[in-house]
């Protein structure tokens, strides 16, 4: 069944873009700008997995994935949230949580995948919000760390970094221009990645 | 299970959560990649956490995007041709430099400068050097073969060096505004005194003083580096931030003004709308920071100023505006004072 015929999807997903037309223009960069409407299309079958297998009954998973789409809606924020499907994950892992604990608290102190932020229900921008103050008066000094580590990168790694971040050619677009195999740019994308990402801060 | 604590990352799941990244972004990620994805993300807080982390480091990378293009721009090429242009790959980069003769063109063009060229070099396949100058009492514009366009001060002096590979230009006396063509092939740079400037494509101010040189940039990001110092962090400047050399200092005073400001003489007028006479004031002050511009009473403060002044020396365009607003002008041997 589509998502979207439940009512108040529809609806909230253009408020987030505080359009009026439809809910296609949202989208989530980090899954290579596919609408959000696309996205949790292809998600709701790894949910319903998810939460089955915690909460052992067909018709509760499908409410608490219902309940998990409705509440990213209340807390997503495009200028916080960089990865709106981690949010969902989070959500939802949390929902679940909960209702294992309103069932049964001493299967849920036990689990392994227990709940890590347990005040608030788990807004995955907590972590990224208390931004520390003397880190950020270094904007410079991070562009130059940025600088040192484009540096550091072997130059096809870093040449193809460029040209798909601040170029915005695709994979299979890089691969015509330099003649690399598609397989080898998405390599040198994850080392790319890999070595920016203790840069930032939230990180240690 | 990697252990796990809030904002430590193990680096197991950093590689995973770069690898889904990378996945995600090539252009063709399939419905089952997003679902696989999603099953990744549930199968551990920490994957959603490292996820959103690498999501967040991309999402920022522009942030150091135009240091990254000035610092590595032979990592990008031209921007690609676009279908009207039709243009081979090879002719669009002929096109990119200017043919010689263009310079001859460009020279004639500006005979308010004192050209020296030397021997008869022109039309020499080695680079010609050209020297710019302009007349103490004048704001001079040229625009130089690649497309670049330069402001010189009244009373400064420019060298220029169009090589295969760079283009180098040296700021031999006074103030000069730059406007440079973006040629990622060739870096812009600028020879001021100790200074070593290096720009792909912005505009920015350079002044040589004469105990002190001065880098300030209107747009874009520029960076300086000491000539023959062992320091080799160069400092990059941004967009309204001037970066002031004193003589004997090896680091830089740096001041932050609207960007705009920057360079504003180079129109040859400043024009103020409604302005606060102390605004006026420091504008002027901005162009000559030499001697000391001030307001002599507190009742000046509350005026404002609409008009334009026409760049000249700080003591003319402060006896213009004084002129204009019916104040008196005290010159001294340290400052300039308007009073009513």
Known sequence: MSLFMLPGISYSLSMLDGSEKNNTTATDASVGGRTLEELFRAQRPALIRFTMAKVRNEAEAEEIVQEAFIRFQGKYDAEIIASPSALLARIATNLVIDRVRERDARAAREDAWGKL???????????????????????????????????????????????????????????????????????????????????????? | MAKYEKND???????????????????????????QHMDWLLADPAHAEAFEHVAAT?????????????AFAEDLKPPRKIDSVAAADE???????????????????????????????????????????????????????????????????????????ERLLTLTKGRAFFGVAKDASKPFVVLAGNRQITVVGTRFEVILG????????????????????????SLLIE????????????????????????????????????????EVVAAIQQIFPEKALRLGDEKLHEMTFSGTLVVS??????????????LKLVVSSDEILLLP
């Open chain 2, 58 to 70: 991309m999402r920022d990378a522009k942030t150091f995007e135009q240091a990254a293009r000035a």
């Open chain 1, 117 to 204: 932020n347990t005040e608030g229900s788990g807004d995955l921008s907590e972590s990224h919000l208390g931004v520390d103050p003397a880190r950020t008066l270094d904007a410079k000094q991070q562009i130059e760390a940025a600088l040192c580590v484009l540096e550091g990168m072997p130059d096809k790694t870093r040449k193809i970094f460029m040209l798909h971040r601040f170029e915005g050619l695709t994979h299979a677009e890089i691969a015509e221009q330099t003649g690399i195999p598609k397989s080898t740019i998405e390599k040198h994308m994850i080392r790319a990645i890999k070595e920016l990402a203790p840069l930032k801060e939230g990180y240690r």
């Open chain 2, 210 to 233: 004469v105990d002190f040189e001065q880098v300030a940039v209107n747009e874009g990001l520029v960076s300086v580096d000491t000539v023959l110092s062992a320091d080799i962090q």
């Open chain 2, 239 to 278: 967009p309204g931030t001037i970066a002031t050399y004193k003589t004997g200092n090896s680091s830089p005073d740096i001041a932050e003004v609207a960007a705009a400001a920057i360079g504003a003489w180079s129109e040859g007028i400043l024009s103020f709308d409604n302005r606060p006479l102390n």
């Open chain 2, 313 to 326: 020396k700080s003591e003319a365009m402060m006896r213009q505006l004084g002129m204009f607003l019916n």
């Open chain 2, 9 to 35: 990352i193990a680096l197991e799941v950093l590689d995973a959560a770069a690898a889904w990244h990378a996945r995600l972004n090539t252009g063709d990620a399939s419905d089952h990649d997003i679902e």
């Open chain 2, 91 to 165: 002719g669009f980069m002929k096109g990119w430099s200017w043919p010689q003769w263009a310079v001859a063109g460009a020279v004639a063009a500006t005979l308010i400068f004192t050209i020296m060229a030397p021997g008869s070099g022109l039309l020499q396949p080695s680079a010609p050097l050209q020297i710019y100058a302009a007349a103490d009492d004048a704001i001079e514009s040229v625009k130089l073969s690649d497309g670049s366009t330069v402001s010189l001060f009244g009373g400064s002096e420019l060298a220029v060096t169009m090589k295969n590979d």
